[in-house]
């Protein structure tokens, strides 16, 4: 058996795979750009603040997700954030615990894919990424956002062009920190507003310092796109002012930033659940094979390893 795979992305979708592989005693390495672990299941802790400024929270619609979340929720991993779910402390809390057993790299953005001899190679800015074994892994899994994935997929000359036909719409998110308690009167709301699609109290989750408060505004995606290339002080001040005209809060801030995702939320779909050739070894998941949401990206991934490993996982 002594296969040893590399998943590259850590969100949500990477971790369902990996956790899969790594359950039927597959070697796994996880490579993230970023330093953590979760992707758009993020916190960030600042100023004393921790703000889930990705994913706000998810559901269980199938039975595969909703036993992963059933066995987090044990662990103290996951809570009840009204009917939803939230990770514990924060939503990127849960990340660590689906793969236990895989080998991380961090910070380390994978630029390419090469299948030699002896299989697959992962190249990044810096180089040949150093790996335990020669290097080389039997199969790849891209579990990154489908516009990243496509030139991966293309670097590795496949060419499937499936990944380019999943779009996503930006978003960016407002981060506001205050000592003492606002007057905000709702946990959650919807404004109806061209630039304001979301504002949360975060310190109204399970577990959380609820000393003062923690907001997070998600400006909606049309307002996203018109600022797109705006630099995070100025998107971040537009929204600060579009939050206290809607909201008539004066209180003065003791944390404000703003973070832009550029891929946040599917809005076109691929339609199938995974992609996967099993004669290169080569397979692609995330949430834009099924849809916008945390569970879709579980769903992708964890199919894409039961395709990887067939009926007699043992094997
Ligand atoms: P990601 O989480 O994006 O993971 C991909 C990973 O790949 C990232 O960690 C990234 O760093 C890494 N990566 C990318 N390129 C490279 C590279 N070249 N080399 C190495 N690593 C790379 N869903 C819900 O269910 N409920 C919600 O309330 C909700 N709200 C949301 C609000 C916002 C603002 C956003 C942004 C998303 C929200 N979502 C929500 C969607 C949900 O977060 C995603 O559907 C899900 O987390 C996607 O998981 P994924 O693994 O497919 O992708």
């Known amino acids: ?4 795979w590399a998943v590259i992305g850590a969100g949500m979708a990477g971790l369902a ?4 592989l790594g359950a039927a005693g597959r070697s796994v390495t996880l490579f993230d750009k970023s330093r953590g672990l979760g992707g758009r299941m993020a916190t960030r802790r600042a100023g004393g603040f921790r703000f889930d400024h990705g994913a706000q929270y998810f559901t269980t619609r199938g039975e595969r997700f909703r036993e992963l979340v059933t066995r987090l929720t044990g662990e103290g991993l996951v809570g009840r954030w009204g009917e939803d779910h939230v990770g514990l402390p924060g939503m990127s809390a849960p990340a660590r615990a689906l793969a236990p057993q895989a080998t991380v790299v961090s910070e380390c953005t994978v630029s390419s894919l090469t299948r030699g001899s002896h299989g697959w190679a992962v190249s990044a800015a810096e180089g040949p990424v150093a790996t335990e074994g020669n290097g080389t892994f039997t199969g790849v899994i891209v579990a990154v956002p489908a516009p990243q994935a496509a030139p991966l997929l293309a670097s590795a000359g496949c060419n499937w062009a499936g990944a380019a036909r999943a779009t996503y719409a930006p978003c960016w998110a407002l981060m506001l920190g205050f000592q003492a308690r606002t007057a905000l009167t ?9 630039a304001i699609a979301w504002i949360a109290r975060d310190n109204s989750k399970p577990g959380r310092d609820a000393s003062g408060d923690a907001i997070v505004v998600h400006a909606t995606p049309g307002w996203s796109r018109e600022h797109l290339e705006d630099t995070p002080e100025q998107a971040g001040a537009a929204l600060h002012a579009r939050f ?12 404000l930033a703003a973070h832009r995702w550029r891929y946040a939320l599917v809005e076109q779909p691929l339609g199938e659940a995974f992609f996967w050739d099993p004669s290169a070894r080569l397979g692609a998941c995330g949430d834009w094979c099924i ?4 569970e879709a990206a579980f769903d992708s991934g964890d199919s894409l390893a039961a395709a990887i490993l067939g009926p007699d996982p043992a094997r």
């Open 291 to 294: 849809g916008p949401r945390v």
């Open 186 to 194: 709702q946990d959650r709301l919807r404004p109806q507003d061209t």
């Open 244 to 255: 206290r005209a809607l909201t008539g809060e004066t209180a003065e801030q003791a944390f």
């Open 17 to 20: 795979a990996a956790r899969r």
């Open 1 to 4: 058996m002594n296969e040893h």
